[in-house]
C-alpha cells in the first residue's frame, strides 16, 4: 500500500486547508472558537490567492508560448 502526500504548502493543500477551515467555521459555535478559525481561514486564504496569481500567470505564459489551436480556424 502507498501512501500519497500532498506538500503541506502545495496549492492543493491551501485549497484543502481553506475548504476544511470554512466548513468548521461555519459549525462553530464558540465566540473565541470562531475569531481563531476566521484568523486561520483569512491567512490561507490569503496564502491561496497569492498561489492561485502564481499558476493563473504560469498558464498565461505557457498559453502566449504554444498558442492553443481551434479546430475551427481554416
Given amino acids: 500500500m502507498t ?8 496549492i492543493k493543500m491551501f485549497r484543502y486547508r481553506v475548504h476544511c477551515l470554512s ?5 462553530a ?3 473565541v472558537c470562531r475569531v481563531n478559525l476566521a ?3 483569512a ?3 490569503t ?4 498561489l492561485e496569481v502564481l ?3 504560469k498558464l498565461q505564459q505557457l498559453s502566449s508560448i504554444h498558442p492553443v489551436s481551434s479546430s475551427t480556424e481554416s
Fill in 3 to 10: 501512501v500519497k502526500a500532498i506538500p503541506s504548502y502545495s
Fill in 23 to 27: 466548513r468548521d467555521l461555519w459549525q
Fill in 29 to 31: 459555535k464558540d465566540p
Fill in 39 to 41: 484568523l486561520q481561514l
Fill in 43 to 45: 491567512d490561507a486564504a
Fill in 47 to 50: 496564502s491561496l490567492a497569492r
Fill in 55 to 57: 499558476e493563473a500567470q
